[in-house]
C-alpha cells in the first residue's frame, strides 16, 4: 500500500500507542503535570476562571479558584510563577534588541 493510506496510518498511530505496563507511569506524569501546572498557574486560573461566562457554576467555581490561590499565595508558591514571568520578560525584551 502506498504511504499515506488508512492502512499505513493505522498502523503508525498502533505502533505508537504507550504499551498496558507503561499506563501506570504515564497516569503518573499526567496527574504530575497537571498539579504543576495548577501550582504555577494558580493565578492565570483564577482569571481564567472569573472570565468565565455567567452559570449556575461559576461562582463556586470563582470561590473554588481563590481559595486555590490564596493557599498557594500562602504557601509562598506564587513567587515560583512570578519569577518565571519575570525572566520571560527579560528575555522578551533581549529577544527584542536582537
Not at 499526567?30 to 501546572?37: F, K, R, S, W
Not at 452559570?55 to 479558584?65: K, V
Amino acid at each position: 500500500m502506498p504511504n499515506g493510506s488508512p492502512h499505513t496510518l493505522v498502523t503508525a498511530f498502533t505502533a505508537s500507542a504507550p504499551a498496558p505496563q507503561d499506563l501506570p507511569r504515564l497516569s503518573l506524569a499526567l496527574i504530575a503535570g497537571l498539579v504543576l501546572a495548577a501550582v504555577l498557574g494558580s493565578q492565570n486560573l483564577l482569571t481564567w476562571v472569573e472570565d468565565c461566562p455567567p452559570s449556575p457554576l461559576t461562582d463556586s467555581a470563582i470561590a473554588a479558584a481563590e481559595a486555590w490561590q490564596n493557599g498557594i499565595a500562602r504557601l509562598g508558591l506564587d513567587a515560583v510563577h512570578r519569577d518565571l514571568r519575570r525572566a520571560e520578560r527579560r528575555l522578551e525584551g533581549h529577544a527584542e534588541e536582537m
